[in-house]
């Protein structure tokens, strides 16, 4: 039974579970004004290349270099009106669940490594917890943050292995996953581009730190991290640098090679306020109590609060125990701190963040606190504090179960409209004769107009 319980693919097949029971016993993901566009955009035209890179609408002109996202979208899409035109509409990403079960993976495969004498149920409940909290974010709208999810993921704990076996990372041979998923992040999003970036100074800094003895840790250890830490963040300074010269030199070229036309620079260029960094403050917390507990509002504010206060509290008794665990300290107030100025800067440029609360935009966020709870929960050698991150986590995966039961929180009127009328819009795609028996989002019209015209030219 134990062998079961440790395998990998056991755990993959558990966290399936959640998103098979959503996709079979729960109806499909609402339907999204941008997303209705998207799937139009990316099946009105056979070269994939001229529709990947056309950012006048695959970002609504607002260019961003994230082309690699823009491809999971075009794969989405197509399997998306594949569907729709088989009479079996739905608008489920297929890239989002298939990253969610790789996830599962990735953090069982990763906890086992690092930490293989834990309890056999504690690495299965991690990435149960995770996919739990995000299975019901898996709808078609952007890939983007799903697939930096999952990068980050993977880097977060190819960083926490480093740290943990620096013998093991002294070539630079041992390294060249952790640079190419770097060298990745970027081109799915923007966060991406701001994680390697954290990456980068925080491993610099980290460097400095045991430069100048201020760690308490052993010199041997000391020593044997340093190379590490050097090739790490070289790789994501070079990530960073290629990057930049993506964003200004050879994307804008290829699009003008390719569509015709020059890119606009306008989005790239952030208001900061300092009310947008309190605002991308009360996101955050607002999301983090929001993805242990069912509440909204103030509610989740509070209960973000005392999480962050738990896990520093936390992250001081592993030091306390092991004065090796600073480092746990100084991730975890990094994360913290990374996510603040960055969602931040989000608020200041699109404060419509603010109407979208537990979802995609946070998944991000999400991940790197999921790494550091797992990280911290399985260093902790005191039995009250394990059985109180243990509850937390399996709070957090019954929350979406309960998220369905509970009023929602706030969204613009928009996308409620939409979610109302995400039925209605499925049955007409179904069905090509039936007539509307209610009123419908312009961007939902367009998609069955596009996809009835598709049918009768098939036909």
């Known amino acids: 039974m134990k062998k079961i319980l440790q395998s990998t693919v056991f755990a993959i097949l558990v966290c399936a579970l959640p998103i098979l029971l959503r996709v079979w016993c729960g109806e499909s993901p609402s339907t999204h004004p941008e997303g209705n566009c998207f799937i139009i ?104 943050k799903p697939a930096v999810s999952f990068l980050l993921l993977w880097i977060f704990f190819n960083i926490a292995a480093m740290v943990k076996f620096p013998e093991k990372f002294q070539s630079f041979r041992a390294h060249w996953w952790t640079a190419i998923l770097l060298l990745l992040m970027p081109g799915f999003d923007r966060i991406g581009f701001f994680s390697a970036a954290a990456c980068a100074g925080g491993s610099a800094l980290v460097l400095g730190m045991l430069s100048c003895e201020l760690l308490p840790i052993e010199r041997t250890k000391v020593e044997a991290l340093k190379k590490p830490l050097m090739i790490f963040s070289v790789s994501a300074l070079v990530s960073v640098i290629f990057s930049l010269i993506y964003n200004f030199a050879i994307a804008p070229a290829l699009v003008e090679a390719i569509n015709g036309y020059k890119v606009s620079f306008e989005y790239q260029t952030f208001r900061m306020p300092i009310t947008a960094l309190h ?68 608020n200041g440029r699109h404060p419509l963040i603010n109407e979208l609360p537990i979802g995609s935009y946070f998944q991000v966020f999400g991940a790197a606190l999921t790494g550091i709870s797992a990280v911290v929960l399985f260093e902790l050698k005191e039995k009250k504090s394990i059985i109180i991150l243990t509850v937390l986590m399996i709070f957090a995966g019954m929350t979406p179960v309960c998220r369905m039961i509970l009023p929602k929180p706030y969204c613009s009127a928009e996308l409620v409209f939409h979610q109302q009328t995400t039925g209605e819009t499925i049955g007409m795609l179904n069905s090509p004769e039936k007539t509307p028996s209610k009123l419908l989002p312009t961007t939902s019209w367009e998609l069955i107009t596009f996809a009835r015209k598709s049918g009768e030219i098939l036909k």
């Open 41 to 144: 955009h990316y099946n009105s035209a056979a070269n994939p290349v001229k529709l990947i890179f056309d950012p006048l609408r695959t970002d609504w002109a607002s260019f961003q270099a994230r082309e690699l996202s823009y491809l999971l979208d075009y794969l989405d899409a197509k399997f998306i009106f594949a569907s729709i035109r088989s009479h079996h509409a739905h608008f489920y990403s297929l890239s989002a669940l298939l990253l969610l079960i790789a996830s599962a993976g990735l953090i069982h495969c990763k906890l086992k490594k690092l930490y293989p004498q834990s309890p056999a149920l504690l690495q299965l409940l991690v990435p149960l917890m995770y996919v739990c909290s995000f299975v019901n974010f898996t709808g078609f709208f952007r890939s983007s």
């Open 279 to 346: 605002k991308g403050a009360v996101f955050i917390l607002q999301n983090y109590g929001g993805f242990f507990l069912p509440v909204n509002g103030m509610a989740a504010l509070f209960c973000g609060a005392a999480v962050v206060l738990f896990l520093t509290f936390c992250a001081i008794r592993c030091y306390r125990q092991n004065p090796e665990n600073i480092l746990v300290i100084i991730a975890f107030c990094g994360i913290f701190t990374a996510s603040l100025l960055c969602a931040g800067m989000m």
